[in-house]
């Protein structure tokens, strides 16, 4: 069973559409998470998510728009996709105070045209 | 804004040899985390390490930490042709997520 999958694991798309990545967990984490990847490496937290409520909100543009319908989703909405947009996405879960550290997706390949 | 800063960003070394990796941080922390990302893959969690804590082992795997010089190491011992990837640390910010570096691209020849 995967423990964090998130869908689809590629996406091509034209500028200006609207798109959506899913995340689920069933390892029963309190708290799940967003990270945009850049072509550098970097990773970038978007938005956290703990019992259903937004508890981080990074300086990330309003296009983008997390949305939790239970604890163990975390769907990242995309508006009016632009150039920048290109990355992977990766999806997260964590418990408060683990050892275990955060379990991660295998990732979104988003690749804006 | 990132927390962790890796280094080197790139090692290569031979099969059987130790890699040591190097993290930097700014601001105090209540952990440290290692992961591991191979290539096209999500992060693997390796270790964590407690800020009240200067050392701690996972079978090939050795994390130090120097809360006065804001550094982590990570060791890996005998490495593997299997250990390539790129290894990030992370630390916990006052937001309570994990912040990331640009990682080390590791790299064990066989």
């Known amino acids: 069973d995967t423990a964090v999958s998130q869908t689809p694991k590629y996406l091509v798309t034209q500028m200006g559409n609207d798109k959506s990545i899913k995340c689920e967990q069933n390892l029963g984490h309190d708290t799940m998470y967003w990270y945009k990847q850049d072509s550098k490496k970097f990773l970038k937290i978007m938005f956290s998510y703990n019992n259903k409520e937004l508890i981080i909100n990074e300086t990330v543009p309003n296009r983008f728009s997390p949305k939790s319908p239970d604890k163990a989703h975390l769907n990242l909405h995309i508006n009016s996709l632009e150039l920048g947009d290109s990355a992977v996405y990766f999806c997260a879960s964590s418990q408060v105070q683990s050892s275990y550290g955060y379990t991660f997706g295998s990732g979104t390949r988003l690749t804006v045209v | 804004s990132q927390q962790g800063e890796e280094d080197p960003q790139a090692l290569s070394i031979q099969e059987g040899e130790n890699a040591t990796m190097n993290c930097s941080y700014k601001t105090s922390i209540n952990n440290l985390q290692w992961y591991r990302q191979n290539s096209g893959r999500g992060l693997v969690h390796l270790i964590l390490i407690r800020s009240n804590e200067r050392e701690k082992h996972s079978g090939r795997l050795r994390v130090t930490l120097d809360t006065s010089k804001k550094s982590s190491s990570l060791l890996i011992t005998a490495s593997r042709a299997a250990d390539t990837a790129s290894y990030f640390c992370?630390?916990?910010?006052?937001?309570?997520?994990?912040?990331f570096g640009a990682g080390t691209r590791l790299t064990v020849k066989p």
């Open positions: 992370a630390t916990d910010a006052r937001s309570g997520d994990m912040r």
